[in-house]
């Protein structure tokens, strides 16, 4: 699909990442066009902080605005798909913060949506837009380093107990695999030649029962090894080492990345690698969806449908489901 015109982009809810959103579209010197709350006071003074035009009262109406192209959810987990089915069902180009859906189920019901309104499906992942990541890409794919063999993630923060918050609270689709797993999956996924075909893992759970700290292997049919460690109640470095035959790669504080550290295997000299700015991620992810619609990009939706399968995988294994779903 081709679009020429300048996008008229509406977000839905009015956070963290939804004022991140809003001061990207400034970067990019535009201005949102709409913003709707649950909390309509809220989205008002969401409104007059950043110069937006339009405030729905009833949050609903923005689904169906012809004012409106784009639409990027920032709600919990667990309101996306019915979001996400209407705006679809309207033919609204969505950006959806992750992790997209609950599980692999929702994802794919939502793709067949945006399919049949000729409309483009994305997950705000930032790991798939960051600069950095396209420059390590191609200095894999040269050859240069060889094959990749084994990638090792670690991404953990200690929370309190703190049952009613969204990181343990089952009713907002809390745990740690929805909430960070999916950020160290998606790395995997970007530097693997195919999703893993084989998983191992262990789980421990928080008191209302979802996952407080993971641990998983996975290989893939080409014999590539992933490990990865999640925690919410264990702080860890959000680290992730590319390990190839004849180097790796570090990459610190990956979710947004703008360096790396290439090491040589023979010689051991290291090679610091940067793109990109990190305070500017939402800005990639906005300018890879633009370039999507108009048909010059891609959003790697497929890659997104590989880890939310290996994401509903786990869960089903350890028994943390969700009160939308049916496990």
């Known amino acids: 699909m081709k679009e020429n015109k300048q996008l008229r982009w509406a977000v839905l809810g009015a956070g963290v990442i939804a004022n991140e959103m809003a001061q990207a579209l400034q970067a990019l010197g535009r201005t949102?066009?709409?913003v709707g709350?649950?909390?309509?006071?809220?989205?008002?003074?969401?409104?007059?902080?950043?110069?937006?035009?339009?405030?729905?009262?009833?949050?609903?109406?923005?689904?169906?605005?012809?004012?409106?192209?784009?639409?990027?959810?920032?709600?919990?987990?667990?309101?996306?798909?019915?979001?996400?089915?209407?705006?679809?069902?309207?033919?609204?180009?969505?950006?959806?913060?992750?992790?997209?859906?609950?599980?692999?189920?929702?994802?794919?019901?939502a793709a067949k949506l945006a399919e049949e309104h000729h409309v483009v499906l994305a997950?705000?992942?930032?790991?798939?837009?960051?600069?950095?990541?396209?420059?390590?890409?191609?200095?894999v794919a040269s050859g240069g380093l060889g094959r990749v063999n084994l990638i090792q993630l670690n991404f953990g923060s200690f929370k309190d107990y703190n049952m009613s918050n969204r990181f343990f609270?089952?009713?907002?689709?809390?745990?740690?695999?929805?909430?960070?797993g999916v950020y160290a999956l998606s790395l995997a996924?970007?530097?693997?030649?195919?999703?893993?075909?084989?998983?191992?893992?262990?789980?421990?759970?928080?008191?209302?029962?979802?996952?407080?700290?993971?641990?998983?292997?996975?290989?893939?049919?080409?014999?590539?090894?992933?490990?990865?460690?999640?925690?919410?109640?264990?702080?860890?470095?959000?680290?992730?080492?590319?390990?190839?035959e004849k180097g790796y790669i570090e990459i610190m504080e990956y979710p947004r990345a703008q360096e790396a550290v290439i090491v040589d295997a023979a010689t051991g000299a290291r090679e610091t690698v940067q793109a990109g700015r990190t305070s500017h991620a939402l800005v990639y992810e906005m300018e890879d969806m633009e370039a999507a619609i108009r048909g010059e990009g891609d959003m790697l939706l497929p890659y997104t449908s590989d880890v939310m399968e290996l994401m509903t995988a786990l869960r089903r294994e350890w028994g943390v489901s969700y009160p939308e779903e049916e496990f």
Do not use: W
């Not at 609903?60 to 784009?70: E, G, K, R, T």
């Not at 990541?133 to 200095?139: A, H, N, P, S």
């Not at 009713?171 to 960070?180: E, P, R, T």
């Not at 090894?225 to 959000?238: D, G």
């Open 189 to 244: 996924r970007l530097f693997l030649d195919s999703s893993p075909d084989q998983v191992k893992s262990f789980a421990c759970k928080a008191p209302t029962g979802v996952d407080e700290s993971a641990a998983i292997a996975m290989m893939n049919r080409e014999g590539q090894l992933v490990s990865a460690t999640l925690s919410l109640h264990s702080k860890q470095p959000k680290r992730a080492v590319i390990s190839c």
């Open 32 to 34: 949102l066009d709409a």
């Open 169 to 180: 609270n089952r009713s907002l689709a809390g745990g740690a695999m929805l909430d960070i």
């Open 37 to 109: 709350n649950r909390t309509y006071e809220k989205a008002v003074a969401f409104a007059e902080r950043y110069g937006v035009k339009k405030v729905y009262r009833d949050y609903h109406q923005m689904f169906a605005d012809p004012d409106i192209d784009v639409i990027y959810l920032t709600t919990p987990h667990n309101t996306h798909m019915a979001y996400l089915e209407q705006a679809l069902s309207h033919g609204k180009h969505v950006l959806c913060e992750k992790s997209i859906t609950l599980n692999s189920e929702e994802l794919e019901r």
């Open 123 to 139: 997950e705000a992942m930032t790991i798939y837009h960051m600069p950095l990541y396209r420059v390590l890409r191609e200095r």
